[in-house]
């Protein structure tokens, strides 16, 4: 027999509609792109005195090293002209040499440029994605980027791995060409000048104004497309790999048609950006190459110029070949100095669609607020348990309208018949969570799931929450959990039980990847654990009483590396006994379920429900069979109206 008081739910909470009316972005070499880029560097350069800058400098030596070194060998034609006509075998021999030496010099300050450019983009890979890192696991933000959509940032993942890595190699190929350019169309301009007059390095320059020009109004185009091609390259990865992690169920479905159909829109849709671009990178190839060709022939005409106007008529037939070439090199090389930085346009355009992307998952990462129940492992502050104060979350979507306006229009607040919370927070109970008024929505949506509603989650007390699918039964564990927020009332959640207090089991493990130690283990991590690693009796106990000692005699072992996905080869059901195993190895005071047991059978669930008791844990359940009531003290029932009742069961039920 039940005891039942039912409590009638106050009247629907009025929310805010949020409309989504955002305009297309647009994404250029512009002050945004500026801005992003330069956040970015201050990661690259984090002090003076790094590995980073150190790195740096040497390549900027190596770098005007080797512009000497191009100078002289770009000078050894004019010294064979010199030689060559007037058959002189000595100097021959000497030019010779001094050109091999040349060579050698060259071939080891490129080689070492490129060298030292990958050990600078290794450098800034690790900074630029461990600074990620950082905040993208930072309590639930991942989970916030992922699931919530939270400011629409598509593919994360993404963009912590490849965008990082094209964005580092590309940034690491040009910094010492774009750094040392200037030092080097100063000191050739100059030759130029000195052998051609004002006339050369001023068409020169202005041949580089209107390419670069050109260049511009290209180039704007791809960086926007080229940031689009890598969110829908994302799109179609992310595509294939759902396909991989539930190929299992597509094939029960016999879904392979659809599941085509569907991959081939979204490669399609790919395919069409990627053709887009490859339309404006035709036009920019075209004035890329034209600029490169058109380059040797003005350094002929810069030449001509003086030639013609009989600058050079003192001079003997060998002494004009040796001067040509000389002034040649000069003024192509000035062109090529210039033409190099028009050629990085298609890199420019690159690396400023990886900033904007980059840039902007670091400015919605920062933005996203920190969940103060759970600290980050590598702070130092703890949180005192004898500390009064409450951790509390209140109403941080605005979804709801004040609450003064709620009030009237909303009944009085019901009390839980049948349960007396006062009597069971006193003595040696301890409260852990606390419910007062809250409504819950999922996030940027009006539906409301479950409303005013007044909980608390206290010691010795086990509840179990049912209801309809979709009626809320879950999103009540995640505003407990803090993933999602309240759209009206508060959830305090007390210091003295501590976050490694409190487990969450999904219905859904999560197996990462790992030995099978570390599976039992997480999330705790082997190195950091204070349990010794070493205590297999007490792993095989636990292993014994979830039914999983097979696994351990496939593995052959807790620490032997496993080169499978733990999820592709373990039942469904194998999963939440592993997840049991983490509960069992963890022992905490509050076990929270969600359907944890819903693969199970009976009597299995029966043997993990009991074990928990013996382990004094006080257990919340999410579940639908009638079998699990015996294990708990009273239920939560949810309509699918918003509405809830709260009833307490006899304990011989």
Known sequence: MESESELQSPPEVNIKSRKDSQDAKKYRCDFLFLKRFLRILGLFFPGCFTPHTALFLLLLIVA?????????????????????????????????????????????????RQYISSLLYIRWREALTAYIHKYYFRNFTYYQLNVLRVDSIDNPDQRI?????????????????????????????????????????????????????????????????????????????????QIRSNAESAAFYVAGDVERAKTNHTLF???????????????????????????????????????????????????????ISQNSFVSM??????????????????????????????????????????????????????????????????????????????????????????????????????????????????EVLVKDLNLEITSSRNLMITGATGSGKTSILRVLHGMWPTAAGSVDRYPTVQPKDVMFLPQKPFLSDGTLREQIMYPAKVSSTSQPIDDDDKLLDILARVGLLKLYNRIGGF?????WNWSDVMTPGEMQCLSFARLFYARPKFAILDEATSALTITHEDAMYRHCSNLN??????????????????????????????????SHN
């Open 161 to 241: 791995t490849q965008d990082v890595e094209r964005l580092c190699n590309q940034f690491s190929q040009i910094i010492s060409l774009f750094l040392i350019s200037p030092f080097t169309v100063a000191f050739y301009t100059y030759n130029c000048y000195v052998n051609s007059g004002w006339i050369g390095p001023v068409s020169i320059y202005l041949f580089f104004i209107i390419g670069t020009v050109i260049n511009k109004f290209v180039m704007s185009p791809v960086v926007n497309l080229t940031f689009c091609q890598q969110r829908k390259e994302g799109a179609f990865r992310f595509k294939h790999m």
């Open 269 to 323: 849709t790919l395919l069409d950006t990627q053709l887009n671009v490859a339309n404006w990178e035709f036009w920019l190839h075209i004035a890329v190459n034209m600029f490169d060709y058109l380059g040797s022939i003005l350094s002929y005409v810069v030449i001509a110029v003086p030639i013609f106007a009989g600058a050079y008529d003192n001079l003997t037939s060998d002494e004009l070949y040796s001067l």
């Open 333 to 446: 090389y000035l062109i090529f100095c210039f033409s190099q930085l028009i050629d990085l346009s298609n890199q420019i355009s690159d690396i400023a669609a990886y900033s904007h992307r980059i840039g902007e998952l670091i400015e919605s990462l920062k933005s996203l607020p920190v969940n103060d129940y759970y600290p980050d492992k590598d702070d130092n502050e703890k949180i005192d348990p004898d500390d009064s104060k409450l951790v509390a979350i209140r109403d941080t979507q605005k979804l709801v309208e004040e609450e003064a306006d709620i009030s009237s229009r909303m009944s009085p607040r019901g009390d839980i018949n049948g349960v007396d919370s006062q009597s069971i927070a006193s003595g040696e109970s301890l409260m852990a969570f606390q419910l007062d008024q809250v409504a819950i929505c999922p996030p940027d949506k009006e």
């Open 64 to 112: 005007v090293g080797e512009q000497i070194a191009v100078y002289y060998v770009g000078l050894i034609p004019s010294e064979f002209y010199s030689v060559l006509p007037v058959k002189n075998f000595d100097g021959f021999m000497e030019v010779l040499w001094q050109s091999l030496l040349y060579i050698i010099l060259i071939a080891v300050n490129k080689s070492a």
């Open 559 to 563: 620490d032997v590396s496993v080169e």
């Open 617 to 650: 844990m006080t257990i919340v359940s999410v579940g639908h069979r009638e079998t699990l009531r015996k294990f708990h003290d009273c239920v939560l029932h949810l309509d699918g109206k918003g509405g809830w009742t709260m009833r307490s069961l006899n």
